[in-house]
């Protein structure tokens, strides 16, 4: 996809008293390519079973002018 590109790498926020399994927070910073019009697909996956099918995702539509 070259209408967006990640910036740099995740940033994790951890919430202020974590639990093992607990929610956190990721933040993702994108920047825009060349004009046009793509879509971007987040995919949420088990970081233990590496194989194992997306369990949730996300996709928006973008356009860059």
Do not use: C, H, W
């Not at 209408?3 to 607990?22: D, F, L, N």
């Not at 793509?38 to 996300?58: C, M, W």
């Amino acid at each position: 996809n070259d209408v967006v590109k990640m910036k740099g790498e995740p940033k994790t926020i951890a919430p202020e008293k974590p639990r093992p399994g607990g929610p956190i927070t990721r933040v993702f910073t994108f920047e825009p390519g060349k004009a046009g019009k793509g879509s971007l697909t987040l995919e949420y996956r088990s970081i233990v079973q590496k194989d194992a099918k997306p369990t949730k995702t996300f996709q928006v539509k973008v356009v860059v002018e």
